[in-house]
């Protein structure tokens, strides 16, 4: 005969007196055996910090990893940006020589002992890269300018001989707009790289970056022209005067030799020169009909 479902606690077995008697009775199964306070608040914490400990060098490798993350996002946010007007394939091209640009920078940076900053893109104004400075003197500053420009060039060459070898009209057209790119970057006007360069050549040219600046915003108006020109005309006024002023060590940050200014010179213009050629070669005539 089964025994029916017992659903209520089972009752103190009554063959067992002298247990009871003795108040030594075993507690009933349902009830909860509890570990004591200090037990129950120390295990998981000591639990959390053993994972901490196993996983705090994959912690350490993610941080490193954060200033990767930041570029690669920024950029694919660009790209989707670009796409939306020129299409995937140039968009892509377009960003990364944006990219061949700023780690110039990048790499000079690290010649001149700067500890840089990660490479952010910025949709329709291009890239930055951060860093608390830019070398100890002007001539530092002006190498760190034009290593931009520099191997952006040679990144907008390579794709220029890509798009003859292949007879690609959207490769040159990419070509044309990198040599674009860089040759705009040499306007003698901080924050743009050719300013950088004035710091070692002659500073005084920054006057005339900024006067050219604020008459393509006169004849060509658009936002970003306005922009660098605020940017500059403040960065302008407070650098030099700053320098006027002998402030925070200008009058040894801007002492650079006769030699070392002509080789800046020499370097700055020989890339207009060339630039403007890369853009005379990769321009391609198009007119409404094209359209």
Do not use: C
């Amino acid at each position: 005969m089964e025994r029916s479902p017992q659903w209520l606690p089972p009752r103190p077995d009554p063959l067992e007196p002298a247990a009871e008697a003795a108040g030594t009775s075993t507690p009933p199964p349902y009830l909860e055996q509890r570990e004591p306070l200090y037990k129950r608040v120390l295990g998981p914490v000591a639990v959390l910090l053993a994972a901490l400990a196993k996983f705090g060098k994959v912690a350490l490798v993610g941080l490193k990893g954060a200033k990767f993350l930041t570029t690669s996002a920024t950029m694919l946010v660009s790209i989707a940006a670009y796409t939306f007007i020129w299409g995937l394939p140039f968009a892509v091209g377009f960003v990364a020589l944006l990219f061949v640009h700023e780690f110039g920078h990048y790499l000079q940076m690290r010649r001149e002992g700067v500890n840089p900053g990660r490479i952010v893109f910025v949709p329709f104004l291009g890239a930055v890269i951060g860093a608390r400075s830019l070398g100890g003197n002007a001539l530092a500053e002006a190498r760190v300018g034009l290593a931009g420009p520099i191997l952006g060039s040679v990144g907008a060459a390579a794709v220029a001989a890509a798009g003859f070898a292949l007879d690609s009209e959207m490769l040159k057209a990419l070509a044309f707009t990198g040599f674009f790119l860089n040759l705009f970057n040499l306007l003698p006007i901080v924050p743009l790289d050719g300013g950088r360069a004035m710091a070692a050549m002659s500073p005084w040219l920054w006057f005339l970056g900024l006067f050219a600046i604020v008459l393509l915003v006169f004849l060509r108006p658009n936002p970003i022209l306005i922009l660098i020109a605020i940017l500059g005309g403040m960065e302008t006024y407070r650098r030099w005067k700053a320098r006027k002023a002998g402030e925070e060590g200008n009058a040894d940050y801007y002492r650079v030799s006769k030699r070392a200014r002509l080789l800046v010179g020499a370097v700055y213009i020989g890339l207009i020169v060339l630039l403007a050629l890369g853009m005379d070669v990769t321009h391609i005539a198009r007119t409404f009909s094209d359209v």
